[in-house]
């Protein structure tokens, strides 16, 4: 059968979801694949699956954390994996500090002498990171209460619930029971702060608990599905998850710019997976090659939209 691409029509006002739905008329190149990613995210809302969503590369920074609180108070998500980055950028702006548009053609060495870092054509000013380290020591002391020995999903509980910026995907997680697990902590600004504090106290980030918890979330989930933002850790940390079931995850939605031939898991396709028995030989997949920061609140609006 002869599935014929339609061309889309624009009309002054339409919604989102008018808008995916010519896009998915289409059914073709990113514009097809949006329109099925949101048609997988509404299945799996309406099967009531364990939603995962990994959070990889510079979201936060890219405009984006309040989509990510949007979309655990709304229920779109169960159970998030983050790099430190987005955890440490999300407790920057909590903290009063700001992100700056930038030019990604600036002088580095120049914004070095200004006191200010780079990500892209976003700056962050050396001032952001004094208020951050200002703020989160407390914290610690407060959290870790002497000698302790927690995961990370345990800590960033406790921040979130210190946090008073309603904005802010930790205190959203933390107020809604989402947990959030960032297991390579340690490779962040949020984890040398860490380091420092430990210097003085008796305190462990144990990320070993932080397996148990996510392998029993995956265990205990009749239906699953992974939604992953970018690679790298927070990808591989939900689908090694299900390596301990007899399971595999039932829908799998991925958004990267990134390439397989490399090897790489960040650009690693989801039949790729299916060889590791992390996604299901018949799960509902679906690749949208595309900037997060574009694709991601396009697909959540029309998923709410649709609700």
Request: proline share 3%; hydrophobic share 45%; glycine share 10%.
């Given at each position: 059968?002869?599935?014929?691409?339609?061309?889309?029509?624009?009309?002054?006002?339409?919604?989102?979801?008018?808008?995916?739905?010519?896009?998915?008329k289409s059914g073709v190149f990113s514009a097809g694949r949006v329109a099925k990613a949101v048609?997988?995210?509404?299945?799996?809302?309406?099967?009531?699956?364990?939603?995962?969503?990994?959070?990889?590369?510079?979201?936060?920074?890219?405009?984006?954390?309040?989509?990510?609180?949007?979309?655990?108070?709304?229920?779109?998500?169960?159970?998030?994996?983050?790099?430190?980055?987005?955890?440490?950028?999300?407790?920057?702006?909590?903290?009063?500090?700001?992100?700056a548009q930038g030019d990604e053609f600036a002088d580095d060495a120049e914004l070095r002498r200004?006191?200010?870092?780079?990500?892209?054509?976003?700056?962050?000013p050396q001032r952001a990171f004094e208020i951050f380290e200002e703020k989160i020591q407390p914290?610690?002391?407060?959290?870790?209460?002497?000698?302790?020995?927690?995961?990370?999903?345990?800590?960033?509980?406790?921040?979130?619930?210190?946090?008073?910026?309603?904005?802010?995907?930790?205190?959203?997680?933390?107020?809604?029971?989402?947990?959030?697990?960032?297991?390579?902590?340690?490779?962040?600004?949020?984890?040398?702060?860490?380091?420092?504090?430990?210097?003085?106290?008796?305190?462990?980030?144990?990320?070993?608990?932080?397996?148990?918890?996510?392998?029993?979330?995956?265990?205990?989930?009749?239906?699953?599905?992974?939604?992953?933002?970018?690679?790298?850790?927070?990808?591989?940390?939900?689908?090694?998850?299900?390596?301990?079931?007899?399971?595999?995850?039932?829908?799998?939605?991925?958004?990267?710019?990134?390439?397989?031939?490399?090897?790489?898991?960040?650009?690693?396709?989801?039949?790729?997976?299916?060889?590791?028995?992390?996604?299901?030989?018949?799960?509902?997949?679906?690749?949208?090659?595309?900037?997060?920061?574009?694709?991601?609140?396009?697909?959540?609006?029309?998923?709410?939209?649709?609700?």
């Open positions: 059968m002869v599935r014929w691409v339609k061309h889309m029509d624009l009309e002054p006002g339409m919604s989102v979801r008018d808008l995916v739905a010519e896009m998915g048609e997988i995210y509404r299945e799996m809302l309406r099967a009531r699956a364990t939603i995962f969503m990994g959070v990889g590369g510079a979201v936060v920074p890219g405009g984006l954390r309040h989509v990510l609180a949007s979309a655990i108070r709304e229920g779109l998500v169960h159970a998030m994996v983050v790099t430190g980055a987005n955890a440490t950028h999300d407790l920057i702006e909590a903290f009063g500090g700001r992100h200004k006191r200010i870092s780079r990500i892209y054509d976003v700056y962050v914290i610690f002391a407060k959290v870790f209460k002497g000698g302790s020995r927690m995961s990370s999903a345990e800590l960033l509980r406790k921040i979130g619930l210190e946090l008073k910026d309603k904005n802010s995907f930790l205190r959203a997680a933390a107020e809604k029971g989402v947990p959030v697990f960032c297991p390579a902590i340690a490779d962040s600004i949020l984890g040398l702060q860490a380091w420092l504090y430990s210097q003085e106290h008796d305190v462990t980030i144990d990320v070993l608990k932080d397996i148990k918890q996510i392998f029993e979330l995956a265990s205990g989930a009749e239906m699953a599905g992974a939604v992953l933002l970018g690679g790298g850790v927070p990808k591989n940390f939900i689908f090694q998850s299900m390596l301990l079931t007899p399971r595999s995850f039932d829908y799998a939605i991925q958004i990267t710019m990134d390439r397989p031939e490399p090897g790489g898991l960040s650009g690693a396709t989801l039949d790729e997976a299916k060889s590791w028995g992390k996604v299901a030989e018949r799960a509902k997949t679906v690749t949208v090659i595309g900037d997060i920061t574009v694709i991601l609140p396009l697909m959540l609006a029309s998923v709410l939209e649709k609700r």
